[in-house]
């Protein structure tokens, strides 16, 4: 298969193209190379490629930042994403597309699963699911939901995100201040670019699926287990959600489902198990 990788030079972008270039002929477009927002340039660049399918890595995922800025938001995870379906429907694609947790207002009790109608509480929330409808634009879409990603790709990459900045706290033997009250299903980016092929080699029937590491915990529990795989201290200082000012709201309770996911021929490995691997990377291990 052709694969175009759009934002490829990014955390996910990077783990997918690790994934696929084994197997397949991948052409990476950062954001140097292709223009997002430029609808005009999305359909040129795809009409010259003629991919088979089309993996959006693409975001903006500034949270808080998008409550000033929410037409960059917007034009970045929606507009965008409607760009690349039209495209992607123009030359045949499957296409790829990755949104987030943030589309529910947590407050859920149950792991969320893909039927359970979203609630998105800021702009970033709101343009991410926008993205999603305009995804189906698209004959063939993937809708992956990811949450909390963590992790770089084999043999290189950027590692950021909260998990990172956790990672480099405990390894520099400080305290880490991380929520007791916030429940999440973390992605591994690893795990997430491996169940992203898994279903376009696989044709599996497209739509919406939660692609995250199996279980859930809050991010103190989360930050333990990462203490004990890197063999530091545990030195954290667990906070509430309440307790900080934050521009844009948070989902509390956000454990999806992935039972959909499994079902469709990925089952993602427990939270406990990528956090392992993540860890053993982290520390130059195998």
Known sequence: MRVVVVGARGQLGTAVLRECEPRHEVVAL??????????????????RERPDVIINCAAYNDVDGA?????DALNANAF???ALARAAADQGAAFVHY?????FDGTATRPYTEADPPNPKSTYAASKLLGEWFAADAPRAYVLRVESLFGRAAGGGVSKG????????????????VFEDRTVSATYIIDAAWATMRLVEGNA?????????????????F??????????????????????TLRAPR??????????????????????????RFAAAESGGT
Not at 206 to 216: A, D, E, I, P
């Open 30 to 47: 950062g954001r140097d190379s292709l223009d997002v927002s430029d609808d005009a340039a999305v359909a040129a660049a795809m009409a």
């Open 67 to 71: 409550e000033d800025h929410p037409v």
């Open 80 to 82: 965008a994403v409607r």
């Open 99 to 103: 949104s987030t947790d943030f589309v």
């Open 162 to 177: 909260s998990v990172a900045s956790i990672v480099k706290t405990l390894l520099a033997g400080g305290e880490a201040r």
């Open 205 to 221: 029937p497209g739509g919406l699926y939660h692609c995250v590491n199996s279980g859930h915990c809050t991010w103190l529990e």
């Open 223 to 244: 930050a333990q287990e990462l203490a004990r795989q890197l063999g530091v201290e545990a030195r954290l200082v667990p906070v509430r959600m309440s307790e900080l």
């Open 251 to 276: 989902p509390l309770y956000c454990a999806l489902s992935t039972d959909k996911l499994a079902a469709a021929g990925a089952s993602m490995p427990a939270w406990q198990d990528a956090v392992r």
